[in-house]
C-alpha cells in the first residue's frame, strides 16, 4: 500500500524567499502525482499534476519535480508572498491507476 | 456553475440527528469520492463510486450511508454520529476511477456533531 509523507511539516519564512517543500512515496509504481493548496477550512484546490513521463511541470512561480526512482517529489516555490500561505499536500496514487494517497501536508507560512 | 459544490458549508448536529451532506459536480467526470480530513489527520479515503457504482469503502461505519444516484451527485447521509466524527468531509471528482487526469476538490462541509 502507497504511503506518502512530507518534509517538513510546517515551514515559516520571510517574505520573497525560494523554498523547497518534499513529498516521498514508497510505492514508485506510478505514473503521475498532484500537488494541492489547501486553505484553513477549505477545499483543496489543484496546483499541479505532473506526469512521470514529464518529471516537470510548471505553473507560473510553481514548479513541480517528480523523481520515481528515488520515491520523491519537490514543490519549488520562487519568491514567496505573503498569500501562498496555505498547507500544501501531494498524493501519490495507491498503485497505478487507482485513487491517490495523501500525504499530512506542509504548513506553511510567509511572514510580510 | 463550474467545479465542485458541496453545501451545506457547515453542518452542526446531535448524536440522534439524521442529516445528509450534497455534492454535485459539473465537469462531466464519472467518479466520485468522498474524503475525511479530522484535525491534524491525514486526508482519509472513505468511499469511492465510479459510473454511479460504488467500488470501494475504506471499511466506514455504517452510520456513514453513501447514495450515488448519477455520475454528478454524492451524497452522504448520516445518522447517530459520534462526536469523534467531527471533521472536514469533502467531496472529489475524477474523469474515471483511475488518477490519469487527477482530482477536482469541493470547498467541504464542516461538520460538529454535539
Known amino acids: 500500500k502507497q504511503e506518502v509523507t512530507q518534509i517538513p511539516a510546517a515551514l515559516s519564512v520571510p517574505e520573497g524567499e525560494n523554498l523547497v517543500l518534499n513529498c516521498s512515496f514508497t510505492d514508485s509504481a506510478i505514473y503521475n502525482l498532484q500537488w494541492f493548496r489547501q486553505d484553513p477550512g477549505k477545499g483543496l484546490t489543484s496546483l499541479l499534476l505532473?506526469?512521470?513521463?514529464?518529471r516537470e511541470q510548471t505553473s507560473g512561480r510553481l514548479n513541480a519535480s517528480l523523481d520515481k526512482s528515488s520515491g520523491r517529489s519537490t514543490l519549488y516555490i520562487a519568491a514567496s508572498q505573503p498569500g501562498d500561505s496555505a498547507t500544501y499536500l501531494c498524493?501519490?496514487?495507491?498503485?497505478?491507476?487507482?485513487?491517490?494517497?495523501f500525504g499530512p501536508g506542509t504548513r506553511l507560512s510567509v511572514l510580510p | 456553475e463550474t467545479g465542485v459544490t458541496q453545501t451545506p458549508r457547515h453542518l452542526v448536529m446531535g448524536m440522534t440527528n439524521k442529516k445528509s451532506l450534497k455534492c454535485e459536480q459539473h465537469?462531466?467526470?464519472?467518479?466520485m469520492y468522498w474524503y475525511k480530513q479530522s484535525a491534524k489527520k491525514p486526508l482519509e479515503l472513505m468511499f469511492v463510486?465510479?459510473?454511479?457504482?460504488?467500488?470501494e469503502n475504506n471499511s466506514v461505519p455504517s452510520r456513514f450511508s453513501p447514495e450515488c444516484p448519477n455520475s454528478s451527485h454524492l451524497f452522504l447521509h448520516l445518522h447517530t454520529l459520534q462526536p469523534e466524527d467531527s471533521a472536514l468531509y469533502l467531496c472529489?471528482?475524477?474523469?474515471?476511477?483511475?488518477?490519469?487526469?487527477?482530482?477536482?476538490f469541493g470547498s467541504g462541509t464542516r461538520l460538529t456533531v454535539v
Open positions: 465537469l462531466g467526470h464519472n467518479a
Open positions: 472529489a471528482s475524477s474523469q474515471v476511477k483511475q488518477t490519469t487526469d487527477g482530482y477536482t
Open positions: 505532473i506526469q512521470s513521463s514529464q
Open positions: 498524493a501519490a496514487p495507491n498503485y497505478p491507476g487507482q485513487n491517490f494517497v
Open positions: 463510486y465510479n459510473f454511479k457504482e460504488q467500488t
